[in-house]
């Protein structure tokens, strides 16, 4: 583990953290800096850096606790939907660089936006542009 990461000191414990979930492989805990209240995140205990680097197994069980635990933050805090995601590297806004899931809990008319208002403009991709990346993407899974 990377001694200056803040996820990490917080699984040792080193970080005071209001935590509300743990097991021998994930925790997730209250964002300290929260946009909206219950916003959580969840982690791997393991440090990795981006979801690529995570091991499948590890990948499991943060995709078992968000979806577990995204219905019940939201009814802890009566919110009426949530957004859940991961910054993924540097250049998609990933500051601390320990994989984290959020669970955004979101409320009707809070003035917030859809995920689809974090990337910049849409880019005008043709069919044939489309079909190459459809081709790029499916070759590789
Ligand atoms: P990122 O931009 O890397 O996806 O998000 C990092 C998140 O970690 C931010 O929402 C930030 O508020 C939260 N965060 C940063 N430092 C701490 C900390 O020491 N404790 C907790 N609980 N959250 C933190
Ligand atoms: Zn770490």
Known sequence: MPEDCIFCQIVDGEIPSRSVYEDDQVMAFLDANPLAPGHTLVIPKEH???????????GSRVFETLH???????????????NV????GEAAGQEVP?????????????????????????????????????????GRT
């Open 85 to 88: 995601a991961f910054n993924n």
């Open 68 to 82: 577990r635990l995204a219905p019940e933050i939201e009814a802890a805090v009566d919110a009426d939907a949530s």
């Open 48 to 58: 990795h850096e981006t979801l690529g680097d995570l091991p499948e197994d590890a």
């Open 98 to 138: 320990h994989v984290h899931g959020h669970v955004i809990p979101r409320f009707e008319g809070d003035g917030g936006a859809p995920i689809h208002a974090i990337a910049g403009g849409r880019p005008e991709l043709s069919d044939e542009e489309l079909d190459e990346i459809a081709d790029a993407i499916a």
